[in-house]
């Protein structure tokens, strides 16, 4: 290392690791010796750059080229930003898009790595360490900062008035109450909601997007529907969607549901839903009973649907039981009949809240 | 007028009357009757025959000597019947290389077609003689090139509703469990995709004319061919979306440059010569 990098060292914290500090003997029998001597700082040795003229006026050259290519970089970035136009293709991509990445990006790239080379070619390198300053501060400024405390107290007289003092601390301590009362503001409770959706009795099973209302004769075994209820698809006497916007997308966050025919030997329904089905094709509902996906993943001759989220499958075949994933309860079924036309209705609601599970979600509630 | 009048008491007249009444009936039946089943032309029945010999060489071993399946001793399905199948689902698993099976595995991959069109054209019409069953499509359904931006924005809805779970939005295909999978819809003509959604084959549902009307298929499948015209930024990442993009920056690009700055901190031309 040369003598004027040592000399430029600033003195306070700073120090240069001396052979005979190495070499120190323990200070005392508890603090034992280093197990493995300090081997110091290996040699310094100078970069080509350092020892060579020619070469250090190369690497000036090679980061100030960088620089100025990262210049004409970003003029070409404002340049293609006005003439491309939008929706020329090259490759299969943008061009636009390419052209203004490549720029800029090209840009970047050329200004961080010229900084990179300038460093490690022409900066100067020598190692240094600087110790650890001790945190605390010193006796003076200690004493100084307690002193203007004791002052301020003194001359505010808040130890003097315990009255304003008093009424101070509960015109603060009382400003938690808002926070506490705008909790409200999370509710109101859900009530039953969570237990119920928008079908009802009578209800037909359509089709979803077209709402077309199905008829067993329409499903073939293997098919899957992916269904709705019929009053997403009704308008009041006004001619107004019954629902429309957020209601209709909270109401069919819960009713959506999935019809799937499967030959009716397959099936082993579950206790007390034995004729839910008509003639082999049964409703779940579609959102899984773990967080609440839409789940139509449906393989019809293994009669599993999988949940895309997390992997729970249900076995349609056997009452929507949970055979694999971290779901808990089986799958909702829909009662289903044959209205006198001959569609597909719901003969109640679900007899079990649909979604994901919840504290309450064992109590009976109408 | 007067010819009829002086020959009605003629011994022929009563047939001539009756030879009248039948050509006018069968003139009347021909006009109204529907079109015959193509199946009883004869060059249908020489396709049929045709088919029929290209089974058994075939197809027989798995599916039995007419097509009525079998089953294995444990009641297995060794190879499904193939009666009421139809048209479309012959079209579609000979037409795309899934059958014949090349071998057992979880599904059945796609492959270049083994057979030629006429060899499954006659295939086809043999399977579609043995019981009725989805015919292939017509070609007004599967003919995409002049949909409306109307049909092409319900086809999305259609195609985000029943189709995306399993072959995500873009139609790149996704896994299914036990080495089953969703394939890719990219390359696939209008009319297997139409034929694929009618007939349900392997693990896939079946989506039904009545349910999923011709016109909504037409609509579904013009979505699927103009998301995957777009061209995509980049690389596509089959569309998977921000969240594999985003573990792709992390895991290589932040990686990558903790690498990068590892290398270019440890390296660096040292000189033994000292500067004099």
């Known amino acids: 290392m040369s003598s004027e990098s040592h000399d430029a060292q600033p003195s306070d914290g700073v120090a240069q690791p001396t052979g005979d500090e190495v070499a120190r003997p323990p200070r005392n029998d508890i603090e034992p010796a280093e197990p493995i001597e300090n081997p110091g700082l290996p040699e310094h040795l100078p970069r080509p750059t350092d020892v060579d003229p020619k070469l250090e006026k190369r690497a000036e050259r090679q980061v100030a080229g960088m620089f100025t290519a990262a210049i004409i970089l970003t003029i070409g970035f404002c340049v293609a930003y006005f003439t491309i136009p939008k929706d020329a293709v090259i490759f299969g991509w943008f061009s636009l898009n390419l052209a203004l990445g490549l720029t800029l990006g090209g840009a970047l790239f050329l200004i961080g790595i010229g900084a990179i080379q300038w460093a490690k070619k022409l900066m100067k390198d020598h190692e240094i360490i600087e110790m650890r300053h001790p945190a605390r501060s010193s006796d003076d400024d200690r004493e100084a900062a307690l002193g203007v405390l004791d002052e301020g107290v003194a001359e505010s007289g808040f130890g003097r008035r315990p009255l304003i003092r008093r009424s101070l601390i509960g015109a603060v301590a009382i400003l938690g109450l808002p926070a506490i009362v705008m909790l409200r503001d999370l509710g109101p409770l859900p009530g039953n909601k969570l237990f119920h959706t928008v079908w009802r009795k009578g209800m037909r099973v359509v089709n979803d997007v077209s709402g077309i209302p199905l008829r067993p004769s329409d499903i073939e075994v293997g098919q899957l529907v992916n269904a709705q209820p019929a009053v997403f698809f009704e308008t009041d006497s006004h001619g107004h969607a019954v629902f429309h916007g957020t209601e209709l997308l909270q109401a069919k966050a819960k009713a959506s549901v999935i019809a799937v025919r499967i030959r009716p030997d397959d099936i082993k329904p579950r206790k007390g839903q034995a004729n839910w089905d008509v003639d082999g094709i049964m409703v779940y509902s579609k959102i899984c009973t773990h967080v609440g996906c839409p789940i139509s993943l449906w393989e019809q001759q293994t009669h599993h649907l999988l949940c895309p989220c997390h992997q729970t499958t249900y076995d349609l075949a056997d009452g929507g039981k949970v055979i694999f994933g971290p779901g808990k309860r089986p799958l909702p079924q829909l009662p289903l009949a044959v209205d006198s036309d001959g569609y597909l209705i719901a003969t109640s609601d679900f007899h079990e809240p649909v979604g994901p599970s919840f504290p309450e979600v064992n109590q009976h509630r109408d | ?276």
């Open chain 2, 1 to 276: 007028m007067r010819f009829l009048s002086t020959h009605r008491r003629h011994p022929l007249a009563g047939y001539a009357v009756l030879l009248f009444g039948l050509l006018l009936a069968g003139a009347l039946y021909y006009a109204f009757a529907p079109g015959k089943a193509e199946a009883d032309t004869a060059g249908d029945t020489a396709k049929i025959d045709e088919g029929r010999q290209l089974f058994l060489v075939g197809c027989a071993s798995c599916h039995g000597m007419n097509a009525e399946g079998i089953m294995t001793k444990r009641g297995g399905n060794y190879g499904p019947s193939l009666i009421g199948v139809g048209a479309a689902a012959v079209d579609f698993q000979v037409g795309t290389g899934r059958m014949p099976l090349a071998q057992t595995a979880p599904q059945a991959p796609n492959k270049p077609p083994v057979y030629d069109e006429d060899e499954t054209e006659a295939l086809a019409a043999y399977i579609a003689s043995l019981a009725p069953g989805p015919a292939i499509p017509d070609e007004e359904y599967t003919d995409v090139s002049e949909i409306s931006q109307e049909d092409l924005t319900r086809g999305g809805e259609f195609f985000r509703t029943n189709c995306t779970a399993c072959h995500n939005s873009v139609g790149a295909g996704g896994a299914l469990p036990s080495g089953r999978y969703a394939p890719p819809l990219r390359n696939v003509s209008a009319r297997h995709i139409y034929e694929a959604m009618q007939t349900g084959p392997q693990q896939m549902p079946v989506f039904s004319d009545d349910v999923v009307t011709p016109e909504d298929k037409r609509a579904i499948i013009a979505y699927i061919k103009n998301v995957q015209a777009q061209p995509q930024g980049g690389f596509g990442g089959g569309g998977l979306g921000p969240v594999v993009d985003g573990m792709f920056a992390w895991i290589i690009g932040i990686g990558g440059l903790v690498a990068v700055s590892v290398w270019l901190a440890a390296h660096g031309a040292r000189v033994k010569k000292k500067r004099s």
